[in-house]
């Protein structure tokens, strides 16, 4: 399954499926991306990072793609499982004068939701 | 504790009460970060600390909003006189440094201002 940012905040997805979610930024400054997983009641948990010297990242389970070219963020979950849902968020740290550093802006979010 | 810790996890106030919440960052995390999140939004900056000094404040929405954090270490953050509007998940969260280092969040305070 996949999402479109802004556009389409909920996905679902059948348990074992690959998930992509999709984000969008505008800050052609923007050097640093974060995706985040929140779950109910919790604050946000830190899942995969990239800077913006690289286009690819793997985790486990977790690959990140960046397309500066397009300024689009995604986050790829292999073998999606009933435990990845939340809302995943990316977050991006706008490295441009008057910012101040490690201050993170985040996106709406997505709801994944995962069904057996 | 090893994660960020925040106090009370739950706080009711009525309209005028001051509010006092808490942080207890990652021991040796240097920046402390303090956001605001409404139901179905992402989390949207207020303020940020490097060690005791507040570097920026500019997403504080009123001069009801005030932090602080003495030492370096635990920060506060105070709203007075509550309005229904503040209403929200107050999360708080630290990093290593502020130079492109995740940061890691607390599970927030939800305040509800009836």
């Known amino acids: 399954g996949e999402s479109v940012g802004l556009h389409l905040p909920t996905l679902s997805v059948q348990e074992g499926d690959n998930s992509i979610i999709n984000c969008a930024y505008s800050n052609s400054a923007s050097d640093y991306f974060i995706w985040y997983k929140q779950e109910s009641g919790k604050g946000p948990q830190f899942i995969i990072d990239?800077?913006?010297?690289?286009d690819k990242r793997q985790g486990q389970r977790v690959t990140v793609l960046l397309n500066k070219t397009v300024k689009h963020l995604s986050l790829q979950i292999a073998a999606t499982q009933p435990g990845d849902s939340a809302v995943y968020f990316c977050?991006?740290?706008?490295?441009?004068?008057?910012?101040?550093?490690?201050?993170?802006?985040f996106g709406r979010g997505t709801q994944l939701t995962v069904w057996p | 504790g090893a994660g960020v810790s925040q106090s009370p996890r739950y706080k009711v106030a009525k309209r005028g009460q001051d509010v006092a919440l808490r942080c207890d960052p990652i021991?040796?995390?240097?920046?402390l970060f303090w956001y605001q999140q409404a139901l179905g939004q992402g989390p949207e900056f207020l303020t940020y600390f490097q060690n005791e000094a507040q570097l920026d404040k500019s997403g504080l929405p009123s001069d009801r909003f005030f932090a602080e954090r003495p030492e370096g270490s635990v920060s506060t953050l105070k709203i007075q006189r509550t309005q229904q509007e503040d209403s929200a998940v107050y999360l708080c969260?630290?990093?290593?440094?502020?130079?492109?280092?995740?940061?890691?969040f607390g599970n927030g305070t939800r305040l509800t201002v009836t």
């Open positions: 021991s040796g995390h240097v920046s």
């Open positions: 977050a991006e740290n706008r490295n441009d004068r008057g910012s101040t550093l490690g201050r993170l802006y």
């Open positions: 990239i800077r913006s010297n690289m």
């Open positions: 969260a630290s990093s290593l440094d502020n130079y492109n280092s995740p940061l890691h």
